[in-house]
């Protein structure tokens, strides 16, 4: 049964460090997403990529986020510096067509 | 702008009884409309999705109801269990654009009580 996979499951950290997420997503899917879950937002959608390429980072902070597709098994979400108001749990979901699949999570805390 | 509105954050049905979750959408460029649903410490599962050609689509328990004109869709689960206590997203999609992309709501907590 194939699944998105996520690293680290937990981070913690202090402000100002950076923070590097990995995801490896289903083999064959062609669109990676990175979301972020908060109590007002819901999932907001960060950036996403079609066959490796950046379609749409509109929704990260530009000056400290970046997402990142070196292959097709790895995509990255790299904060830095980190800040407390980027504590929030982080997903990454793959898929073909308009059907998402989603990895664990990151659980990131910025002290 | 929440293109995509879970309007109650939680819901509290007894075991056996109906759950009827809501979703309203705003942007009618939107086509194509999905449920997952999310345990804690996990990532969100897929449940069901609806076309805008069809009104209404049925799978087990779970059955999503769609108003085009009204923008509001519906997630009923009948008989309601205890495992079905969980957060559950509704998720919208524009499919001309080809992107996959989806816009989800904030998500109601569903809490079933034995």
């Known amino acids: 049964d194939a699944r998105v996979t996520q690293t680290p499951r937990h981070k913690v950290t202090e402000m100002g460090q950076e923070v590097t997420m990995r995801c490896q997503p289903i083999?064959?899917?062609?669109?990676v997403f990175w979301y972020r879950q908060t109590m007002m937002q819901g999932l907001e959608l960060l950036a996403y990529?079609?066959?490796?390429?950046?379609?749409?980072d509109s929704g990260m902070p530009k000056d400290r986020f970046s997402a990142e597709m070196p292959d097709a098994t790895l995509a990255t979400l790299k904060i830095q510096p980190s800040e407390p108001r980027d504590s929030a749990v982080y997903f990454c979901?793959?898929?073909?067509?308009?059907?998402?699949?989603f990895g664990p999570g990151t659980r990131l805390t910025v002290t | 702008d929440q293109q995509v509105k879970q309007n109650s954050p939680s819901l509290s049905v007894q075991e056996g009884r109906i759950s009827i979750l809501n979703c309203d959408y705003t942007?009618?460029?939107?086509?194509?409309f999905l449920w997952y649903k999310k345990y804690p410490a996990e990532g969100p599962t897929f449940l069901i999705s609806?076309?805008?050609?069809?009104d209404k689509n049925e799978d087990g328990r779970f059955t999503v109801f769609l108003n085009k004109s009204a923008k509001h869709l519906s997630l009923h689960i009948v008989p309601s269990q205890p495992g079905d206590s969980a957060v559950y997203f509704c998720?919208?999609?524009?499919?001309?654009?080809?992107?996959?992309?989806?816009?989800f709501g904030q998500g109601t907590t569903l809490q079933v009580k034995p």
């Open positions: 083999l064959g899917h062609n669109t």
């Open positions: 990529f079609r066959n490796r390429a950046p379609l749409d």
């Open positions: 998720a919208a999609s524009a499919t001309g654009g080809n992107t996959g992309k989806l816009i």
């Open positions: 942007n009618s460029m939107f086509d194509y």
């Open positions: 979901a793959s898929g073909l067509a308009f059907k998402q699949y």
């Open positions: 609806i076309s805008s050609i069809k």
